[in-house]
């Protein structure tokens, strides 16, 4: 028997292997599972099927895992390597596994009671024919599995590309006997529980069923508080309620998203070639954590930062790879043109205008949709941006689609919510010339098709890609810590906690976006270089400020969660000169290479190192401080650092408690006595003249920030009872005769919203009393702090500003 069977599986393997593409899922699963090659495993198959079983085990070897046709030898007992659990029948249809496999069991959990030192791994493997979920308006279930040899090979000629083998979390034998005992019954549980794994696992990987589009709008038509939005429509309008009915359907139309499984087997087959032609890989991180979620039925609302068009694109084709299924996506009205629209729309966006406000009824429709997605089990992606970041950091939250995800929580909803932060990086973003022209001034260029064909023809080499998957934030779980009544305020809409949670649900996001970043050659690079005031560096000296980003990343991680690269210092500055339209400039004289950014170039590589700014700031204000004092009490440090941390943890949603400030400015130091950029002697640090130039590039990257501060805060000095809007706009107006007299080249430094986020900071922090005048005293302690950390050139600047723009009010 087992000769025919290995014949037929070497007859299978040749077609298989033309016609079935490798697509393991994930893709390091000995690293992302934590397999151990020194201990036995063995495969568990759902059902029965040679042709399964050969996909599976081509994927293991290319895998490095061990092969499933051989066998494991244990104290004198020769065991399979893998076991089927059920018979290939269509359904499961009865309520144990087959008795060879349960006996197979029995005999692995009994080994664990004579080897003390035994720990079989059994690892759940399937393979995903396809990932269709299939339409609601269809009869019965969809095919779980295929019956026959004609329709396996129909599958491999069709799905081939997109046949996925699953690999899942390995279950220990070892913890299995310790925990429940090797009796009969163990084994026969161990297949229950397997068998509800593999049907989770299946519903994880396609979703519930596509919607039938125009029985969900009869429903939703028909809701209670559309049906009142469609009667205050005709009475406010003074139109028929079959008009104002008319109109409910026009804007349901406009929002709704028209998924085709198709569709998205066509966009996979274009991303693939599109990633292939933009960047040189994709590196994705934590997607663990949401396959988790999936399996354990939550419904999830994926949250990623925005930089670029390509975000949703490449987040939904990253989760189709992971073995999910991609979601239905919040997108901006402006892009449902011609004929991109429609394919968005088919790929599962749905369009959102930029604003609510006045139309009640948009709003109403809006958040039922919003709400019965949530209740029909579709994942959803909305960007808290609400627009792409033009300078490369987080922008600050915009609340209404998180406020809409509360209210679904709030109806009764079933399943847990939990959100995704998502960070997604490049190492060179499509849209950045755009970007820049639009922050000096340029109006935004409206989507269009035209806009599109530009695009794909400046498709070149742009480095690589990231995808981070960050700590995930179950809603109710968040709610019950931080706002139990949360649960006895159902029935109201908007209950006096509501606001209040969806600010915090909403800074969370960001924090743990943030908490996710993926550092990369191009933003070091550009950190270094722009922290040069010439924006030039010899080749010696960049190298080793690389070298000291990358150490004092590793070695004193912002998050365990952030990606640091690996390589070497001079590889990626290899890299990154090979990278298109950087701007970085060799040039050579007698004392060797220095490179150097243009400077139109330049502000450009301020949007790249604005995306790690946040994991740099903390210790770039330590190196201030030391720098500018020379030699200084660590305890001085310590509470300068805790003066100014609010703000900037306001500002670039840093995740450190002040219980905990005082321990990383303590590892900061380390570090940096460690690297000997600063000398410790007990309480006391010093700067070290031998590498100064190295704690004089770290200190830059807070200048331009600190500066910021100082503008606004000796506004207030000058003037404690200055209005907030005015406030704003002085703040603004001196910046940029800042960066004018200074060459100050980064984008954001006079962007108004970052001075608004600042004033909005000293009012939380209590920097103003209850009339909304300035505290003069406190104003005045970090006043103090910035003087001594801030060049007396720029100082006089600022002074003078003040001073001027006080002279100009009083004529």
Known sequence: MSS??????????LPLSFLVKNNPIPQKPIEELALDLNQPIVYLLPYTSQTDLVIVRRNCLSLGLPDPLEINELAGQKLPRYVFLDEGRR???????????????????????????LNVQLVPVSVLWGRSPGHEKQGGLPKLRLLNSVQKTAAAIWFGRDTFVRFSQAVSLRYMVEEHGTDESIALKLARVAKIHFSKQRMSATGPRLPNRQAMFNKLLQSPAILNAIADEAKSKKISEEKAHKEAYKILDEIAANVNYEGLRVADRFLGWLWNKLYQGIDVQNADRVRKLALDGHEIVYVPCH????????????????????????????????????????????????????????????REYLAELFHRGYSVEFFIEGGRSRTGRLLAPKTGMMSMTLQALQQSQIRPISVVPVYVGYEHVLEVDTYAKELRGAAKEKENAGLVLRVIRKLRNLGQGYVNFGEPITLSNYLNQHFPEWKDDLQEERPQWFSTAVDAVSNQVMTNINKAAAVNAMNLTGTALLSSRQRALSREQLLEQLESYQLFLQKVPYAKDVIVPSEKPEEMLEHVLGLERVGLIVEKDNFGEMLRLERSAAVLMTYYRNNIQHLLVLPSLVASIVFHHGAIQKDLVLEAVSKIYPFLKGELFL??????????????????????LIQCAENFISINKERVRTLQLWMAGVREILQRYYITISILQDDPTIARATLEKESQSI????????????PEFFDKAVFSAFIGSLKSNDYFDENGVAITDKLNEISDILDRIISTEIQLTIKSAVGKNEEIQES
């Open 4 to 13: 025919i069977l290995n014949f037929y599986r070497n007859l299978l393997s």
């Open 91 to 117: 359904f499961f249809k009865s309520k144990v596994a087959k008795p060879e496999t349960i006996q197979v069991f029995e005999k692995y959990l009994e080994l664990h009671r004579t080897l003390a030192d």
């Open 307 to 366: 930089r670029s068009h390509i975000d949703y694109l490449l987040l939904s084709y990253v989760l189709y790879h992971q073995g999910l299924v991609p979601p239905h996506i919040a997108a901006g009205i402006n892009l449902n043109f011609w004929p991109v629209g429609t394919m968005f729309r088919r790929g599962g966006a749905f369009f959102i205008r930029r604003t609510f406000k006045g139309n009640r009824l948009y709003s109403t429709i809006f």
């Open 655 to 676: 995740h450190f408690a002040a219980d905990e400030l005082d321990e990383q400015v303590e590892k900061i130091i380390a570090e940096f006595n460690r690297q000997r």
């Open 735 to 746: 910046a940029q005769r800042l960066s004018v007299l200074h060459g100050i080249n980064a």
